[in-house]
């Protein structure tokens, strides 16, 4: 189960706000802490980055789909 600060993320990029600056000021989360967040999401393949810039995957858009039933 993801946190809500991970879904938080999954939203903001799935709204196009994909890169880390964008994301550190929607979230307002620690650096540090947006990078844990990041590094998780990608490991776990429900994000994946390309040139600085993040996308959902399949299995991304998946879990973030069912979090909003």
Known sequence: ML???????????DEGKNEIGEL????????KM???ILDEMTKND????EKER???????????KKSRI
Do not use: C, F, H, W
């Open 46 to 49: 429900y994000i994946r980055v």
């Open 3 to 13: 946190s809500g600060n991970m879904l938080k993320v999954l939203q903001l990029i």
């Open 34 to 36: 947006l990078e844990r």
């Open 54 to 64: 993040y996308s959902l995957t399949e299995k991304g858009n998946d879990v973030l």
């Open 24 to 31: 550190r000021k929607r979230t307002r989360l620690p650096a």
